[in-house]
């Protein structure tokens, strides 16, 4: 039980121990017999019995049945008795309140069954007895006093009513929060009220004259909930992990947001070690890595273009999101594929009680997501859509010209969970985000994310569980050319099926993880056709390439004792390249051009053109210097068999991925890293400091000007480049309180090396040169106030150093163009980034039971309006001297509204 | 068919966030001087003409002295061994006498640079393919709806010079054109106004003079590879979009167009410099790179040369835009001054006006 923690929130506070003493005290044990009696029953009969309330989830228990026999049980033994054989086990909350949870909560890290919550208003009125064990004789007057506080700010409530209604007694506090009341012997429920504050009523048994004290709290107060969670409150020491974060979309909402748009990318491009390169770019950095080194799984399955709109949004729909876990440094070996990162998002899951919905209705978009049970309450729901209305807002627009141009998303999520059995679960969901924009009539280009997964969770016994999970995902971009004559459709992507299994095994000390991944891909790499008869466009179709990779794993975390405690784990990969069709041979000691293929070689469809395997380690270890402080290191090797080819700073609509092949090498990635932590004040404030040094081996770079749009030669145009980065990360994080947030510093370096001996094969002679998102000072402050309980407050400032940029040091005149020379490239800097973001959120119900929970959001983004520059670039106008002009995306603040309901 | 997707995110930008641009002080370190060659031989008469100039610094367009490259030898010599030199007829601007050599189809050119600190530089060669000819050269109206300071919605025209060609399928081909247009305007020296002692305006007419001609150059690079449309017809390609004004349209107007057949190198030359000259800013765009020259220092390769020389097959079209050939009237130019004093104008009518 030592795993488990309540998050206490307010209100429970005010169950003192003195309360729970003064009880009327339950029978202290209990006998009876059941043969195949409902589980449900049982507990009912023990909360009778013993006067106790016990919680639990109503599905856990349909259909489960209990046969014991009792003798004298004591509360403790009585429940373990009864729910022994079930995958569930109790926590004695208090004396008159029990939780029955789920086993697997109890112990794993993962949660992935919903947390239990209890509601305040469901826990057991006690019967307080003041003026001693023996009753008063009963015409006596007797006298009740007290204080009554505004349970927040611990001051005197004032003018507040203490009444007994039945008795039609009541009275007010004094200036002091005192009152003095006559009441005769008995039982008594007296309200406590006052204004702007949450009526309490407390059951007495008057047996002399004595104190009744209350504190009353805030009416908004919307905290009254009993969270169980499922981690550890002091993972941040205690855990062995390190470089992870872990947000769930309740924080994440909190923030301010870009047009009110919440935004899971955005959030975490907040957290230490995680840049991009501006606003509204695709992707971000992380610890020094590529864009393109991040794997992003949404329930499981990887998302190839995590951004609406290429840039604006991010496609994770608020509404569905539960949480999602960062992890930038040693990444456990049960994940793999990608360099830098993995954010794993998780989707909830419906609702097994009732249906009920929530949505909201922004400026840009508009979404709706219902929930609710199936097959009575052994099943789940969820459907959820999001879609903008942005083409409304290009008709308003003050430019005539845009008015012609679209751009528009819409995503949509459909989940079903089924529990098949009590040790079973099996979850079906589909996914599907769709862009379309386009700058005139004539080229409208689009993006899609389609993906679908099935998976199933049984437990055979609290020792062993598995997971597993079959997925198919299709990421498709299209650009479609309509001009007469013309008219032809561009399309790219790239297309996967796959596989994974997971057995967690328990096994002492030990927390042990074994499974494989195998992932089936269809790479697109470009084709455009003609869209009819009379188009002058030419077919031309680059191959489709073929590869699968696989990956077995063993994961394995001792906690030798309460001091040293590591993970070692090993995931091995392998991936090969299948054939079809050419593949050319270059001669040996030259650099790849037009004029050095020597032959072309064919391979048949299933032919095997190019294997690579490899072994990636990882290791971290975590030593506690006391309970409230520790040590941790980590190490970990990742390999990267597909890249993002792409000439442009961010991920652009032509840009396409890219297997590993006979000429483009896996990217391998080392991290070590060394982190301190320590907490603070009962585990409410997080601090940490990592460092961590990395070493990229063959990230792909281009060739200066390189084209390459349908490139049938294109390893001719990339060159290998061996990255090196390291950096140190400092964070803060406040979880309890009326202040929540957290502040990082980051002070990172990440640069490339060309590593060809040829001058044509090499950018800035072979010298190493920053990377584009090589921002060295990166400071991010994200608060949440909580004003009252109806109105909270949220601020996010950012800074950062500017980006390195290839500036134009010179330049000349073409047959009267003027034109920009360039040197060496990313040798300086654009201007630092900083920004302001506010946002007020308020309740607009508060009452209990309420149907409908509504909130309004209202955000600034970018408050004083600074001019962050994007880029900077050159331009001549003719009869002035040729400039140099910044290019701000958001030139100025951006204010939004948007409202948020639940029901 | 060209990507606009590199202007499509600062539309978006612009639109939805009201994005900004302004000025930015870079500094910037010294930086030696680079050799800038710029040269092309045709299938049409000559002479042809090679510059040679320097790159400038910021900021010193206007101050600096002329950045142009004096009293070097410059020579065209041709597969055959045949070479002539080319006279510096203004400071930089070197030209072959116009009977000295004609371009041929299928020769093979290459051009030497020697310094007069010594310093030799060579190109590469280039062999001269023939054009196919223009099919068709022809204007169309197009309006382009915009929002004027009041937020009415105004439409305004341009005329877009388009061309029809047929691509020859037996071969990679890449185009580049040009453009010269030539327009007459009529202006109202007898209408100037001057001022008195005092300041206040007071008739002042001119004499001279009311008729000019304006010749303007359209050389943006403006190239195209067939790799999409190999052995079929190029329809409607835009040369240029001229706004439809009444300086430019109020009496005809000359419009000649010359389709060149270009190297691979040359096409990936200007490819990337019209990048560099159409930059927008947004990160969507490619990054910065420097158009590949074609020409090196023979004795130090690692030395940066700027500029291109090609050899190129030409063929020209030319016609007259009148000025209701589009079924509406751009309006009378005015201009109450004398015409002498717009940018380019000549009161010398033109041979074939």
Same mark, same amino acid.
């Given at each position: ?105 109890? &112990? ?47 001051? #005197? ?174 990444? #456990? ?62 008709? &308003? ?268 090498? #896996? ?85 490339? &090396? ?65 034109? #920009? ?83 | ?353």
């Amino acid at each position: 039980m030592k795993k488990l923690y309540l998050l206490l929130l307010a209100s429970v506070l005010s169950f003192s121990p003195e309360q729970l003493q003064a009880q009327t005290a339950p029978p202290k044990t209990f006998s009876v017999a059941y043969q195949n009696a409902p589980l449900k029953q049982a507990l009912t009969e023990l909360e009778q019995k013993f006067g106790v309330k016990i919680f639990y989830r109503e599905e856990w228990l349909t259909g489960k049945t209990v046969t014991l026999n009792l003798k004298n049980a004591t509360l403790p033994e009585a429940l373990q008795a009864t729910l022994a054989g079930s995958e569930y086990v109790f926590m004695q909350y208090d004396a008159a309140n029990v939780v029955v949870m789920p086993a697997l909560l109890e &112990k794993t890290s993962e949660g992935n069954i919903a947390a239990v919550r209890i509601r305040k208003d469901d826990i057991a009125p006690k019967v307080e007895i003041i003026g001693g064990p023996r009753i008063a004789p009963r015409n006596q007057k007797l006298t009740l006093k007290g204080v009554v506080k505004d349970g927040k700010h611990n001051e #005197p409530a004032i003018g507040a009513t203490v009444q007994v209604e039945k008795l039609g007694i009541g009275t007010v506090t004094d200036i002091n929060g005192n009152y003095e009341l006559k009441l005769v012997p008995g039982k008594h429920e007296v309200s406590i009220s006052a204004v702007g504050l949450e009526t309490q009523k407390r059951t007495i048994q008057l047996n002399g004259s004595g104190t009744l004290n209350a504190e009353l709290l805030d009416i908004a107060f919307n905290l009254s909930e009993v969270q169980i969670e499922a981690e550890r409150k002091n993972n941040n020491v205690a855990g062995v992990q390190m470089g992870v974060n872990r947000l769930s979309i309740k924080e994440i909402k909190k923030m301010p947001a870009l047009l009110g748009e919440v935004d899971v990318v955005k959030t975490l491009q907040l957290l230490p070690g995680v840049t991009s390169v501006g606003e509204a770019a695709v992707g971000y950095n992380v610890r020094g890595g590529n864009a393109d080194q991040n794997l992003i799984l949404l329930d499981q399955v990887p998302v190839f273009n995590p951004m609406h709109l290429f840039g604006f949004f991010s496609v994770f729909n608020p509404d569905v999101v539960q949480d999602l876990t960062f992890y930038r440094g040693a990444i #456990p070996a049960q994940f793999g594929g990608r360099l830098s990162s993995i954010l794993d998002v998780k989707q909830k899951e419906g609702s097994y009680e009732k249906v009920q919905g929530s949505g909201g209705i922004g400026i840009v978009s508009g979404r709706l997501a219902v929930e609710g049970p199936v097959l009575h309450k052994k099943g789940s729901f969820l459907l959820a859509g999001r879609s903008s209305y942005s083409d409304w807002i290009f008709k &308003k627009l003050p430019k005539a010209s845009l008015r012609d141009d679209q751009a528009s998303f819409y995503d949509g999520t459909i989940k079903f969970s089924a529990l098949l059995s009590e040790q079973t679960k099996v979850m079906a969901s589909g996914y599907r985000s769709h862009d379309s924009f386009g700058f005139s009539a004539d080229t409208i280009y689009s993006s899609s994310t389609t993906n679908g997964s099935v998976s199933i969770n049984h437990i055979f016994s609290d020792k062993f569980i598995l997971n597993a999970t079959a997925f198919t995902g299709d990421y498709a971009m299209n650009i479609d050319f309509n001009a007469p004559g013309n008219e032809a459709q561009y399309a790219s992507g790239i297309k996967q099926q796959g596989f994974k299994t997971d057995l967690l095994v328990r096994q002492g000390r030990q927390k042990i993880n074994v499974g494989g991944a195998a992932t089936y891909y269809n790479f697109e790499q470009g084709s455009l056709v003609p869209l009819s008869e009379a188009s002058n466009i030419n077919a031309d179709v680059l191959p489709l390439e073929r590869a699968l990779e696989s990956a077995l794993y063993l994961n394995d975390e001792i906690e030798l004792n309460s001091v040293f405690s590591f993970t070692v784990g090993l995931r091995y990969s392998f991936y090969q390249n299948y054939g079809n069709g050419a593949v050319l041979n270059y001669q040996s000691g030259k650099p790849k051009n037009e004029l050095t293929v020597v032959d072309t070689a064919y391979y048949g469809k299933n032919e095997v053109v190019q294997r690579y395997r490899g072994a990636e380690p990882r290791f971290a270890l975590k030593y506690a210097l006391n309970e409230k402080s520790s040590v941790k290191a980590g190490y970990s090797r990742t390999r990267q068999y597909m890249h993002v080819i792409s000439n442009t700073l961010t991920i652009s609509p032509v840009d396409i991925w890219k297997t590993s092949n006979s000429h483009i090498k #896996p990217q391998i990635g080392d991290q070590v890293s060394l982190g301190y932590f320590r907490n603070l004040k009962q585990n409410t404030i997080e601090t940490s400091a990592e460092i961590y040094y990395k070493q990229i081996k063959d990230q792909l770079d281009f060739k200066e000007g390189a084209d390459l749009f349908l490139n049938h030669q294109l390893e001719t145009a990339l060159i290998a480049a061996n990255g090196e980065a390291y950096g140190l990360e400092l964070m803060v994080n406040k979880k309890g309180g009326l202040l929540t947030g957290w502040a990082s510093y980051a002070y990172s370096r990440s640069w490339l &090396k060309t590593n060809s001996s040829f001058a044509e094969e090499q950018i800035n002679e072979g010298r190493k040169y920053p990377t584009s998102y090589d921002k060295p000072h990166n400071l991010n402050l994200v608060l949440n106030y909580q004003l009252t309980r109806r109105l909270s407050a949220s601020a996010n400032f950012t800074y950062s150093t500017g980006r390195p940029f290839t500036a134009s040091t010179a330049f000349y005149v073409i047959e009267g163009n003027v034109v #920009p020379y360039y040197a060496d490239r990313n040798q300086y800097r654009i201007p630092d980034y900083h920004r302001l973001d506010l946002s007020l959120t308020f309740l607009t119900n508060l009452r209990k039971n309420k149907k409908w929970e509504g909130n309004w959001n209202l955000a600034v983004y970018n408050v004083y309006a600074r001019n962050n520059a994007y880029s900077v670039f050159y331009r001549h106008k003719y009869g002035s001297q040729p400039r140099v002009f910044q290019l701000a995306v958001i030139g100025t603040a951006i204010p939004s509204i948007s409202y948020n309901f639940k029901f | 068919m060209r990507f606009k997707y590199k202007n499509l995110f600062l539309v978006l930008a612009l639109s939805w966030l009201s994005s900004c641009i302004k000025p930015y002080d870079l500094e910037v370190e010294e930086q030696e001087k680079l050799l800038v060659v710029n040269g092309m031989i045709t299938d049409e008469p000559g002479p042809y003409t090679v510059n040679l100039t320097t790159t400038f610094k910021y900021g010193s367009y206007f101050s600096d002295i002329s950045p142009s490259v004096q009293q070097a030898t410059v020579t065209i010599t041709d597969e055959t061994g045949f070479s002539v030199k080319l006279a510096e007829k203004y400071p930089g601007v070197y030209q072959t006498d116009s009977s000295a050599i004609r371009g041929r189809v299928g020769g093979r050119y290459t051009l030497r640079v020697n310094l007069r600190d010594g310093k030799q530089y060579v190109s590469e060669t280039e062999e001269l393919r023939s054009a196919p000819p223009i099919g068709r050269l022809y204007a169309r109206l197009k309006p382009v709806v915009m929002v004027n300071e009041r937020n009415d919605q105004v439409t305004v025209n341009y005329v877009s010079i388009l061309v029809d060609t047929k691509d020859p399928g037996n071969e990679r081909n890449f185009y580049r054109w040009t453009m010269n247009n030539t327009y007459e305007v009529t202006t109202q020296p007898g209408n100037f106004m001057g001022v008195d002692r005092n300041g206040r305006p007071v008739p002042a007419p001119k004499d001279c003079c009311h008729q000019c001609w304006i010749s303007e150059k359209n050389t943006v690079g403006n190239v195209l590879s067939d790799l999409q449309f190999n052995g079929n017809a190029l329809i409607a390609r835009e040369i240029t979009n001229i706004p439809f004004k009444p300086q430019y349209f109020q009496n005809k107007h000359f419009v000649e167009v010359r389709q060149l057949a270009i190297s691979e190198g040359a096409y990936n030359f200007w490819k990337t410099l019209d990048d560099q000259i159409a930059g927008t800013g947004s990160v969507q765009e490619p990054a910065p790179a420097n158009a590949v020259s074609n020409i090196k220092n023979e004795a130090n390769e690692q030395e940066q040369v700027l500029g291109y020389f090609s050899a190129a097959g030409a063929s020209k079209k030319s016609f007259f835009i009148q000025p209701f050939d589009f079924g509406v009237y751009a309006g009378s130019f005015v201009f109450p001054d004398d015409c002498r004093l717009i940018n380019g104008a000549t009161t010398k009518r033109p041979s074939f006006w």
